[in-house]
Antibody
């Protein structure tokens, strides 16, 4: 069974740091782009960052550039999100997801984890 | 940024009835659109990709249509497990999501 399990969320003060992890199983992790998406409580979903199979390409939404770093360890089938200089507006449920490529070269998220909650508050 | 707008915000449906959900893009996304279903505490589940292709294991009562800027998700006969929130998402230009349609029991 294809599965993604996030961990590492919690309560952190503004300006603090947190590292999220996502454990993948049931598929060849090293063959897929991966992504992080967040959902602000009561609001919508927002793409945060993604990373190529070999880490050679990484992309971020503008609001987290310079503060967040996405990475992966293909030997451990794991995806990570290092979050620094956290702000109240970063409070959200963070999901990892697998990106699937279409024949036309576009990517969509086909498998999601259940998410981990990050709360930034003093 | 492509803005995705879903309607209605809430849909009250009786089990066995038909449900029709709409999604509009602020500019053309061709057929680069997916639909997801979310239930509390669960992972988002991919229902439809390419605007109209059912994902693996998705029942035939789910169907997607549309292209360009107007899209529809139809659930032909709502089952108890179908209640929850449905999101559309475009993947033509990065990724943006609609705000969701909550399907609740009437």
């Amino acid at each position: 069974e294809v599965q993604l399990v996030e961990s590492g969320g919690g309560l952190v003060q503004p300006g603090g740091s947190l590292r999220l992890s996502c454990a993948a199983s049931g598929f060849t992790f090293s063959s897929y782009w991966m992504t992080w998406v967040r959902q602000v409580p009561g609001k919508g979903l927002e793409w945060v960052a993604n990373i190529k199979e070999d880490e050679s390409e990484k992309y971020y939404v503008d609001s987290v550039k310079g503060r967040y770093t996405i990475s992966r360890d293909n030997a451990k089938n794991s995806l990570y999100l290092q979050m620094n200089s956290l702000r109240a507006e970063d409070t959200a449920v963070y999901y990892c997801a697998r990106l699937l490529r279409t024949l036309e070269g576009y990517y969509y998220m086909d498998v999601w984890g259940k998410g981990t909650t990050v709360t930034v508050s003093s | 940024e492509i803005v995705m707008t879903q309607s209605p915000a809430t849909l009250s449906v009786s089990p066995g009835e038909r449900a029709t959900l709409s999604c509009r893009a602020s500019q053309s996304v061709s057929s680069n659109l997916v639909w997801y279903h979310q239930k509390p505490g669960q992972a988002l589940r991919l229902l439809i990709y390419g605007a109209s292709t059912r994902a693996t294991g998705i029942p035939a009562r789910f169907s997607g249509s549309g292209s360009g800027t107007e899209f529809t998700l139809t659930i032909s006969s709502l089952q108890s497990e179908d209640f929850g929130i449905y999101y559309c998402q475009q993947y033509r230009d990065w990724w943006t999501f609609g705000q969701g349609t909550k399907v609740e029991i009437k």
